[in-house]
Each structure stands twice: as C-alpha cells, then as structure tokens.
C-alpha cells in the first residue's frame, strides 16, 4: 500500500488538487479537506516519531546589575514609550505628544540618574535599539552588561556586542595584557580607552607594543582614542605615525599633531603659514593682508598632511593654502600681522580676493582648535547682517560650539530675534539642552510672528519640533495662551489649513512639555 510522503503532500498544495489527485478521503469528502486532513495526520506521525535533541549546555546565568532599579512609575512609562514606538504610523501628528521622539531623552534622564533597565523590557530596549541606532549608546548604558548578556543568544542583537564595553572594575595590568593580545576589538578598545584616561603614557606604550601588526582600520579607531589626554609626549609616536602606510592614519596623526601647538609639525606648518600670508606695509593705503598661496604640493607638505589633490572645482594653490593656514596655530597671527588678537586679524582687509579662503581656513582653525577668542571673532556681532557670499564658507553653527555654553545660546537668541528662524535651524542644534530661558523665549517669539505674519506653517515643523524636546518643561504654562486664537483673522494669504496647523502644533508643544515634567518627576527617587 502506498503511503503519501510529505513532499507529495506539499506539492499536491502548492500546485492545487484540480491539477493534482488529493489523498482519498471519506466517502463524499471534499478534495482540499482530505489533503488538510492528511497533511494534519502526516504532521502528527512526523512529530510523533521525532528523535529527542542533545541538550545543548545552559548558557551562563546573567552577570549582577548592582544599580537601584527604576521607580515604578518611570518602569510604566517606559514600557508605555517602547509600545508607542511600535504603533502605526499616522499621516498627521495632531496635538498629541510624539512619544518616539521623547524616547532618546528618557533614556538619557535615566541613565543620568543612575537606573538599570529592568529585566523583562530588555528584550524591546534592544528591539528598539537595533530598529534606530541613535538609541544604542543609551540603550547598552541603561542594560548594562545583562543586555550584552542577553544579545549572545539573539543573532538579531549583535550589533551590542560590537559596541565598546566598560573595562571590568578592577581589572590589573595582566588582566589588561590578556585582554590586548586575545579580546575582540570592542574589549581592546575599552581597555585602550580606560587605560588612555587613567594613564595616557601607559596606554600609549600598550598599543606601540602591537602597532606594527594591526590592520589599518583597526589603527585608526586605536589612533583616535588619543583625544582624550593629548599631550606632548604623544607627539614622538604621532610623528612615527606620518609615515604610516595608511592614508587615513596618517590623516589623523596629522590633525591630532596640529592640536598640539608646541608640536614640530605645527611649527612646520606656522613656518609656512607665515610664509604665504603676510601683511602688506608698502601700501599707503593702511594696513592689508597679502596672500602668496603655495605653487606646489611637496614631498614634506604631504607627509605633514597636506592632500595633493583639491575636490572638484577647487583650485590646488586655494586647496593647499587652507590647509596649511587650518593647521598653524592661531596663536601666531597676532603677532605676525601686527595686530593685538583675533579680532584685530579678523578686521584688516585682504587684498585680491583671498578673504575667503582665509576667513574660512581660520573658522576650521578655530573650531579644530577649540579657541573661543577666535571663534567669537569670526562669528561676529549676532544682529550684523551676513557679508557677501558668507554662507558658502562660514559656519556658525560650528563655530558656536568653541563658545562656552551660556553665551551660546545668547548668541543664538540674538541671531532669532534680529533674522529669525530660516537660518537657525542648526545653530539652534548645538545648544545646551534644556534652552536657556532668552533662547528659548527667541523661539517661541519667532514662531508666534510667523504665526501671525501668516508663514508657511510646515516650514517650520523642524523648529516646533526641537522645541518640544528642549523647552524648558517648567515653561508649559506660560505657553498656554499661544494656543488660543491670534489677536488677528487668518490671512487671506494663508495656505488652507494653516490656522489649524498652528493650533495643534503649539496644543502639543504644551503638551509636550507637560508631560516631559510629569516624565522628570517619575525618575525621582
């Protein structure tokens, strides 16, 4: 007798019992409800007849987590944030919080206070991590080493194993050398790293020890964690480093050397720099800079850094002059030009149309260098208007972040108040959060005018948005009147839907806010 195989069985299936004969059935059965039937029988005998598995061995219990646990009310929010980041998404936002986007500062809040993620929601804290990588630094933090745990039974996590773990407390020198010759990269890097902050010489001498035997990509990652601690004693194996066969390595020995303004190679660079900038004392028609950009690219200039080759429609002596004069510290233009500091630099005129790439050279000087006289020189006055062809070149937004914080956020509310919001959109970015209250008020102003004047009101969306995530929460109440009517009808000139637009928007601003103090108070212990 002839026994129907569960390959038969699927192939009857897919290709249809009108195509191919189904198994018999009850009498006066439906062919589709035999195969059904069959198929349930076959799977039931399949199942029956199954040899039992080796036990695999019992994965590690999770590592102690000795961090206080959430308060109950902050574990229900979060459980509530990671649910809403899974709804479906809708066309139109209404005046409705936008918990997604709350999510990265609830994290934050609660990493800065100290919690650990509880247990049951890891397995969505790393969902939500691996959909949006923004969350991942944050998520790793708030898991601790019971997500990294977790993540080596689940393929789909594994990018939280390529993230850089803390160094285990307490970890000695031979400790450490084991996990240099024998971790994967991510433990080298946090053993560097650590090492790095608590004794740079140390950490420095760690990874001349393998230098010569690392791939290049994984050279560059060690390279970088130089930042942290850089100081003239790094300079020997930085200069040893300009030669290595990497672009990109000696790229960044080159940079992290122009950080040091002792260094040979920022003197080498000053050398030139002086050389093809001057001021002109033979004009009587007052004080002028004169340029001389470099005719070639030499041999020294590139193993200083220098690239050979300019983008597309930029010419090589323009190219190779704004990277010298980016590389020479700015402590060396005063006294070179004549002039008492940056603004006395910044001020003097530029002779035959250089003032560009100099101005520019300097704002990627400043900016590299972290020299807030600088960067406030070439920023300016907030209420003055931008020169001519200004925005192609200079960029405030990151000249703002050599400021110290609270005059940032001046700078920036001034800049609003005097040429509104089109142009801040960045600036606005990189300052402290929660906004300071001139700042904040800047914005708020800003958008009731546009409200009122009859803006484009999804222009302005971006805006709106950040606020909601970096007013100030105690604010909320004072924001209550913008939701109600202006004190004008809507324009004839308004787009249609615009005034409803503007209502929804500032209803969840308010919102927004409120329910981020409701948020803040439930981390409190």
């Known amino acids: 007798m002839h026994t129907t195989t569960w390959d038969e069985l699927l192939s009857t299936a897919l290709l249809g019992t009108d195509r191919r004969a189904a198994p018999a059935g009850r009498p006066g059965q439906a062919p589709a409800l035999a195969l059904l039937d069959e198929a349930a029988l076959h799977a039931v005998r399949r199942r029956a007849g199954a040899l039992p598995a080796a036990a695999r061995a019992r994965p590690e219990p999770a590592p102690e987590d000795p961090r206080p646990c959430l308060p109950e009310a902050a574990r229900r929010r979060l459980a509530l944030l990671l649910a809403d980041r899974a709804g479906p998404a809708t066309g139109r936002r209404g005046s409705a919080p936008d918990l997604v986007e709350l999510l990265p ?25 691996r959909a949006r990588s923004d969350l991942r630094q944050e998520v790793l933090r708030l898991g601790g080493e019971r997500a990294r745990w977790l993540a080596r039974l689940n393929p789909q996590w594994k990018f939280a194993l390529r993230a850089r773990p803390a160094e285990p407390a307490g970890s000695g020198p031979a400790d450490r050398q084991r996990v240099w010759r024998e971790g994967l990269f991510a433990e080298r890097s946090a053993v560097l790293a650590t090492l790095r ?8 001498e760690l990874l001349a020890g393998t230098w010569a035997s690392e791939r290049a990509e994984d050279r560059l990652m060690f390279l970088d964690s130089f930042h942290d601690g850089l100081r003239p004693a790094d300079e020997p194996f930085l200069e040893a480093a300009l030669a290595d066969r990497s672009r990109n390595v000696r790229a960044l ?53 220098v690239v050979v080759n300019p983008p597309s429609g930029r010419g090589e002596r323009s190219w190779w002059l704004g990277q010298i004069v980016e590389a020479a510290p700015l402590s060396v233009w005063p006294a070179h030009l004549g002039v008492s500091g940056a603004a006395g630099a910044v001020a003097l005129p530029v002779a035959d149309g250089w003032r560009q790439e100099l101005h520019a050279a300097w704002c990627r000087a400043a900016v590299q260098q972290r020299d807030t006289e600088w960067s406030r020189a070439l920023l300016g006055p907030a209420t003055a208007p931008p020169g001519p062809g200004e925005s192609s070149w200079r960029d405030p937004a990151k000249l703002l972040t050599a400021l110290p914080r609270g005059e940032r956020a001046e700078w920036v509310a001034q800049f609003i108040a005097t040429h509104g919001l089109p142009d801040a959109f960045r600036m606005i970015g990189v300052c402290e959060v929660p906004w300071a209250g001139p ?10 005018i546009a409200r009122e004047s009859g803006g484009y009101p999804w222009s302005f969306s971006g805006v709106m948005g950040l606020a909601e995530r970096c007013l100030d929460p105690d604010q909320a109440d004072r924001l209550q009147a913008l939701v109600g009517a202006p004190d004008q009808p809507e324009h004839t000139g308004s787009s249609p839907g615009a005034f409803d637009y503007w209502t929804e928007a500032f209803q969840r601003l308010v919102d927004t806010l409120r329910l981020r103090a409701v948020m803040r108070a439930e981390l409190e212990p």
């Open 197 to 204: 902050r608590q004794n740079p010489d140390a950490a420095r």
């Open 105 to 129: 500062q609830w994290l934050a809040a609660a990493n800065l206070r100290g919690y650990r993620a509880p247990d049951a929601l890891l397995p969505e804290l790393l969902d939500a991590a």
């Open 253 to 305: 020995a080159a940079r992290l050397l122009t950080l040091l303004p002792e260094s040979a190679l920022a003197a080498r660079m000053a050398r030139r720099a002086r050389a093809c900038v001057s001021r002109d004392r033979l004009r009587g028609a007052g004080p002028l800079i004169v340029v001389e950009a470099p005719h070639e690219c030499d041999a020294a200039m590139q193993r200083d850094g």
């Open 439 to 448: 700042l904040g008020r800047a914005v708020i102003d800003a958008l009731d």
